[in-house]
């Protein structure tokens, strides 16, 4: 039985530790997302009057409004890419492995439990069928070294 919860105790710490990694990753998402949502809104802005500014002496007014949307557009689109790069499958890996070599004990535990189960259940049919059956062999052994015990005395 300690080997049954030996691996349940294992089985349902390594879900934890990847439940765990999951929200680590997931919260190291959010904050990079964030970030890069407060960085590209402030250097955004800044950089947009700039560029805007700087543009519209050489290019009309709506070709440099329209340079500067494209350029934060494709920032933007990077600081997602960048932020989407987490693979969390990766460093769970040996954590899955342990568990499901934990479960693959914990079912051959079990089926061998359930054989002993199954083999003690025959046996007291087989006693509660011929109960003098499974007595004799038991009592003859007895019997047997009384007599030999006896013969050397």
Do not use: C, F, W
Not at 51 to 65: E, F, G, K, N, P
Not at 80 to 102: C, F, H, L, Y
């Amino acid at each position: 039985m300690s080997r049954i919860s030996r691996n349940i105790s294992i089985i349902i710490r390594s879900e934890r530790l990847i439940a765990q990694r999951h929200l680590a990753v997931l919260r190291q998402q959010t904050i990079m997302i964030a970030a890069a949502g407060i960085a590209a809104g402030v250097g955004l802005i800044m950089l947009n009057v700039s560029a805007y500014l700087a543009l519209s002496d050489i290019v009309s007014q709506s070709a440099a409004a329209l340079i500067v949307a494209v350029v934060n557009v494709v920032l933007a689109g990077i600081l997602i890419a960048v932020a989407g790069k987490s693979n969390v499958e990766q460093e769970t890996a040996p954590v899955a492995e342990v568990r499901d070599m934990a479960l693959e004990d914990l079912e051959a535990e079990i089926l061998s439990a359930a054989a002993e189960a199954k083999a003690a259940t025959d046996a007291l049919r087989q006693m509660a069928k011929n109960p003098l059956g499974t007595i004799a062999p038991g009592l003859a052994g007895t019997v047997v070294s009384a007599v030999v015990k006896n013969l050397k005395n």
